[in-house]
């Protein structure tokens, strides 16, 4: 555990996080306030110790936050494969299981980790959990004229949940990839079976559960930081 009381845990795992990057390394940009710090703690370093840096970003915010820091930044378009991306998780299990998706970034979010050579997930203890789907529901992006058959087929799997509406209340969400998303819960089905129904489900664009995808999860707390890595 490493410990510097004077900063954050989140400021923290984003600091220790933005030291594991090697030069000449493409590195994924998640998207939201974790990932936000490490983008600039990324960009201090690069500048400090002149890093031959490119980055690729999983939202249009992290985007242009890297810009506006100074980091070069490639296209999603001009990939073939990166060295490692970065990014919270809203659950984490101690499996290394994540649950992502309350944003609208999911899809580029999940390229980017299954693509990485590493892929390193920054939290707080809020997001640990024992299991995945404990303190939200699980998102299932869909293409939009294919909801109603989705949302069908996942209740008679047992699935409960319907179609996420935007912050004002007064319509529904849509992904930046311009889809809808239905929150779900589940019960008495496992974690990884759960994922293969959503992974091979006629309709689902992406869903939030990152199984057996992550490399290591940086944990912050107020003590310091605990590192979990896949065995």
Request: glycine share 8%; proline share 3%; with cysteine.
């Amino acid at each position: 555990m490493t410990n510097n009381p004077a900063v954050n845990p989140k400021q923290q795992v984003a600091e220790q996080a933005a030291n594991m990057v090697e030069n000449g390394m493409i590195v994924g940009l998640g998207t939201g306030s974790t990932a936000n710090l490490f983008i600039d703690a990324l960009a201090q370093r690069s500048r400090q110790e002149e890093l031959q840096l490119r980055v690729v970003a999983s939202s249009v915010i992290s985007h242009n936050r890297a810009i506006k820091a100074g980091l070069s930044v490639l296209s999603i378009n001009q990939l073939s494969g990166l060295d490692m991306y970065v990014d919270g998780a809203d659950e984490v299990s101690d499996d290394l299981s994540l649950l992502k998706g309350r944003g609208q970034d999911l899809v580029k979010e999940k390229l980017l980790a299954r693509h990485a050579d590493q892929f390193v997930v920054l939290v707080d203890e809020s997001k640990q959990v024992r299991q995945i789907g404990e303190k939200h529901p699980i998102p299932v992006e869909v293409a939009p004229d294919c909801w109603q058959l989705v949302q069908a087929a996942l209740q008679q799997q047992g699935g409960q949940g319907s179609l996420r509406p935007n912050a004002a209340g007064d319509n529904v969400f849509y992904s930046a990839d311009g889809n809808l998303v239905l929150d779900m819960t589940f019960t008495d089905i496992t974690l990884k079976n759960l994922n293969q129904l959503l992974s091979t489900l006629p309709g689902v664009v992406e869903h939030g559960i990152f199984y057996l995808l992550a490399s290591e999860v940086l944990i912050g707390k107020a003590q310091g930081v605990i590192r979990l890595t896949a065995d």
